[in-house]
């Protein structure tokens, strides 16, 4: 089983920029495409970027283009989101997990964005 662990998080303001970290461990890694999602109040998981096992393919959600930049270190097990030009609409909690969701949901690291 992988265990992830997101941290980064935090309160910034409108325009602000943050940078998010996932840990996993319990798996090939290197083997695995990854994604950033996240969950609003009262919403589902929302999926923000993936990226394939070797950053070769990566995709964003059209809300998030141009600003959020994912990537991943396969030798630290770390997957990373650089979010710039933050927005109140970005405000939610930040989860990573496996490209298709298939794995236990960890803590999740919270992103609030001040107007």
């Known amino acids: 089983q992988v265990q992830l662990v997101e941290s980064g998080g935090g309160l910034v303001q409108t325009g602000g920029s943050l940078r998010l970290s996932c840990a996993a461990s319990?798996?090939?890694?290197?083997?695995?495409?990854m994604g950033w999602y996240r969950q609003a109040p009262g919403k589902q998981h929302e999926v923000v970027a993936t990226?394939?096992?070797?950053?070769?393919?990566?995709n964003y959600a059209d809300s998030v283009k141009g600003r959020f930049i994912i990537s991943r270190d396969n030798v630290k097990s770390m997957v990373y989101l650089q979010m710039n030009k933050l927005k109140p609409d970005d405000t939610a909690v930040y989860y990573c997990?496996?490209?298709?969701?298939?794995?236990?949901w960890g803590q999740g690291t919270q992103v609030t964005v001040s107007s």
């Open positions: 997990n496996g490209q298709f969701k298939q794995f236990e």
């Open positions: 319990g798996y090939m890694f290197e083997n695995l495409g």
């Open positions: 990226i394939s096992s070797r950053g070769g393919t990566i």
